[in-house]
């Protein structure tokens, strides 16, 4: 069975902080694609990073990057810099390409930045 | 490029009742997911459909049924409404190849449903 852990339920930081949100994971397939979603107040999720299980490379994004690292199952996510518009719930999410390919969201962690 | 769009935005049901959501996907993508959001939680997955057929379904019990249509549209229904059937729910579409799925999914706006 797959699982993914948000351990963070809320963090609030003030304007041009550093955040990080952390993601745990679990699985037995060896294949299989991690996610973060942006979901605003509006209620739609947004897209805004895949990676697959054999890239473990870290990505940069603007003031996005992401850690991938398999050893401890983590998939972590920071905000360099955070502004006001980056005030959301994200979420971390599982997908294996078996049974449907259906994807696994965590709980979310809902992030305040104020002004 | 047209998004994912969902109908009703919002509706209120009483218990025992049933209901139909609406999906339409993202122009050129072949499989609709539907997902259930309670409040303060993250999406749960329900199903989903690919050429018309259910390509997988979630813990949930058989009165949520689902259809997709020929253009790839798709309809959530759910029967005898519970309390606990009150939530968000979330359509979500993506292109899938017989047998690669890369799983990025576009998210509608969601139909809100309360049940009273």
């Known amino acids: 069975a797959q699982k993914v852990t948000q351990a963070q339920t809320e963090i609030s930081v003030v304007e041009k902080e550093d955040v990080t949100l952390d993601c745990v994971y679990e699985?037995?397939?060896?294949?299989?694609?991690l996610f973060w979603y942006k979901q605003p107040p509006s209620g739609e999720l947004v897209f805004l990073i895949r990676r697959n299980s054999f890239d473990e490379q870290n990505e940069i994004s603007g003031r996005y990057s992401w850690n991938f690292q398999k050893s401890t199952s983590s998939f972590n996510f920071t905000i360099t810099a955070s502004q006001v518009v980056d005030s959301a719930v994200y979420f971390c999410a599982l997908s294996v390409p078996t049974g449907g390919f259906k994807t696994i969201f965590g709980a979310g962690t809902r992030l305040f930045v104020k002004a | 490029e047209t998004g994912v769009t969902q109908s009703p935005t919002h509706l209120i049901k009483t218990r025992g009742q049933q209901v139909t959501l609406r999906c339409s996907s993202q122009?050129?993508?072949?499989?609709v997911s539907w997902y259930q959001q309670a409040l303060g939680q993250g999406p749960q997955f329900i199903f989903q459909?690919?050429?018309?057929?259910?390509?997988g379904r979630g813990n949930f019990p058989p009165r949520f049924s689902g259809l997709q249509f020929p253009n790839y549209s798709s309809e959530l229904n759910v029967n005898a409404l519970e309390l606990d059937d009150s939530a968000l729910y979330l359509c979500a579409s993506s292109f899938q190849f017989p047998t690669v799925n890369t799983g990025e999914l576009f998210f509608g706006e969601g139909s809100r449903l309360t049940v009273l």
């Open positions: 459909y690919y050429r018309e057929e259910e390509n």
């Open positions: 122009s050129g993508h072949n499989t």
């Open positions: 699985t037995r397939d060896t294949t299989y694609y």
